[in-house]
């Protein structure tokens, strides 16, 4: 801002984009040396840091040779869900574990709204973080992108499609849908139904692929009667299973994508009369503690949750210490535990 010719306070990157007529993410992607800038815009963008005399905060900051020592973990979801579901505080622990080990402060950040998505857009942009942790995070999702053009350093958990660009830690979720149902029909189930996940989540279709790579490995017809989906929350359980029931209520078998939705089918079953597992047996993911208390004690494949969140925070730690050329990949096994309810 200028007044009476003099400079008052640092201009923003707002102003630099405003001065440069390219918008503000244009203005980051300039600043980080990103390659998905046109010539011309690179120019407008230079001559506005120019003329405005602009700092970019990281640059102040490597001036000075200090770093943050913070890292933010986001979850694009509600409190409810947060702690309703144990997936996410398994995760949570165990980042929390390793960034504790490495002195550095944990802010979980919960983005459910385009003006909370825009806030923290804002405070990344600012350098008040050394790097993103992203969990539970969907198929056209632009924030892992846009914290890697603002020069952060990103680790997903999971991914967005199978030629995710950003670095992640993820399990083997073909392999989780594949084992339950191979489980499923070897203890001779044929009409093996499934609740998946929400579709635009990669891991909800790799669990699917992996439920129909079961079926054809057992010599079964993949029926799509037999496919109901679900949002990993124990309310999209109930719905589907009910969905499930009216369309083919001769099913013997249920693949739920995960334990919260297996819990949740298996409140409708025994409304409905149906007895597990001597009607229909029951299996879920995560082998989380709702598995382990319920009624009968759930199978479950399990995926090491809180090794993901360990996993996710040293793989950022060692791209905040070293940025490597390419982006660390790593995908976990998962584990069959059968329980009573199949």
Do not use: W
């Amino acid at each position: 801002m200028v007044v009476s010719g003099r400079q008052t306070g640092r201009p923003t990157l707002e102003e630099v984009a405003a001065r440069a007529g390219v918008g503000r993410g244009t203005v980051s992607r300039v600043i980080n040396g990103s390659p998905r800038v046109s010539e011309q815009a690179k120019a407008a963008v230079g001559r506005a840091i120019a003329e405005l005399g602009y700092v970019p905060n990281r640059a102040a900051r490597a001036l000075a040779g200090s770093r943050t020592d913070a890292v933010a973990l986001v979850i694009p979801e509600t409190e409810a869900r947060l702690f309703a579901e144990p997936y996410f505080l398994d995760i949570i622990r165990g980042v929390s574990v390793e960034l504790a080990d490495a002195d550095k402060q944990l802010l979980l950040t919960l983005i459910r709204s385009d003006k909370e998505r825009q806030r923290f857009e804002q405070y990344l942009a600012a350098q008040r973080v050394d790097g993103v942790l992203l969990v539970s995070v969907h198929g056209d999702d632009p924030l892992p992108d846009q914290v890697r053009e603002l020069g952060l350093p990103a680790v997903l958990n999971g991914r967005r499609t199978e030629g995710e660009t950003v670095a992640y830690v993820d399990s083997d979720n073909v392999g989780a849908g594949r084992s339950a149902v191979a489980h499923l029909a070897g203890r001779g189930r044929r009409r093996i139904a499934t609740i998946t996940g929400p579709l635009d989540m990669y891991v909800a279709r790799c669990r699917l692929d992996g439920y129909h790579e079961g079926l054809a490995e057992a010599g079964l017809f993949a029926d799509r009667q037999l496919v109901a989906t679900g949002d990993f929350t124990e309310e999209g359980g109930q719905r589907a299973m009910r969905e499930l029931l009216a369309r083919r209520p001769d099913l013997d078998a249920v693949f739920a994508a995960s334990d919260v939705m297996a819990a949740g089918a298996r409140g409708v079953l025994r409304e409905a009369g149906r007895r597990v597992p001597d009607d229909v047996a029951l299996v879920g993911v995560d082998d989380s503690a709702v598995a382990r208390h319920m009624d009968p004690p759930l199978t479950s494949v399990r995926q090491p949750i809180e090794e993901m969140g360990r996993t996710m925070a040293r793989l950022l730690l060692q791209e905040i210490g070293e940025a490597s050329a390419e982006q660390p990949r790593r995908v976990l096994p998962t584990e069959l535990v059968v329980r009573a309810s199949s």
